[in-house]
């Protein structure tokens, strides 16, 4: 009764609407459930190449590129992405990854991966936000696929998102020292999925993959929540 009378006090909403949650809801709303722009790109064939892949050619082999959903201004994506970057959100993270992770799961997507790790924030980034936003997500991807996932092999050297501001990363001179494979015998011979918030240029996904076969692992796919 206690959560009832809480409930209607302080009802949670929607992380996609701000809408208040009906009974039974959790974090997104039936209706945003339905509405939101999913990529299927799951569906795409194994040897078929899909669109995400295609922003890879020529700079790093990417086994499989998987994004939940389409990102677009203004819309529920955008505004999931906020509450999971700036408001703490992060179990709507793991959510959202349990979510997609069985659906990659249904479609036998699972057996191709050995290790999940997400791309690391900057140290005084993470500091500041108390989180990274895609710890959660690999998490819940993890549970759902019953993966290994691990957010201590990854390093990330130097804050690009506040270097693109001046420049963009892919004219950086220095891309290979952006991060560091901490402990390369994690990798050495895996099947990594490389697990990012949005996919945009590709830029950051593509230093990450190119670190870690570097340092020995067999093959890299990447997923995002969101492509832009
Ligand atoms: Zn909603």
Same mark, same amino acid.
């Given at each position: 009764m206690f959560q009832d009378l809480l409930s209607l006090l302080f009802p949670e909403v929607c992380h996609a609407c701000d809408e208040p949650l009906a009974r039974?809801?959790?974090?997104?709303?039936t209706e945003c459930n339905v509405r939101l722009p999913y990529t299927?790109?799951?569906?795409?064939?194994?040897t078929e190449l899909n669109m995400l892949q295609q922003r890879f050619w020529g700079k790093v082999p990417i086994r499989y590129a998987f994004s939940y959903l389409h990102f677009k201004p203004k819309g529920r994506v955008q505004r999931l992405l906020h509450k999971l970057k700036y408001?703490?959100?992060?179990e709507l993270g793991e959510h959202l990854g349990r979510r997609y992770g069985s659906v990659l799961l249904d479609h036998h997507?699972?057996? %191709?991966?050995?290790l999940i790790l997400p791309v690391p924030l900057h140290r005084l980034k993470l500091r500041r936000r108390?989180? *990274? %936003?895609s710890d959660g997500f690999a998490k819940g991807l993890s549970e759902a696929m019953q993966v290994e996932w691990s957010n201590g092999v990854l390093m990330r050297n130097i804050d690009t998102d506040t270097q693109t501001k001046k420049s963009r990363l892919d004219r950086w001179? *220095?891309?290979?020292?952006?991060?560091?494979?901490?402990?390369?015998e994690k990798v050495t011979g895996k099947r990594v999925l490389l697990v990012d918030d949005v996919l945009t240029t590709g830029a950051t996904l593509e230093a990450c993959a190119a670190i870690l076969l570097e340092s020995g692992c067999s093959e890299v796919s990447v997923v995002t929540i969101a492509a832009a």
């Open positions: 039974g809801e959790q974090y997104i709303c299927d790109l799951h569906l795409f064939g194994a408001k703490g959100a992060h997507y699972a057996k %191709q991966f050995d108390g989180y *990274n %936003q001179q *220095n891309v290979e020292k952006v991060f560091e494979v901490k402990l390369p």
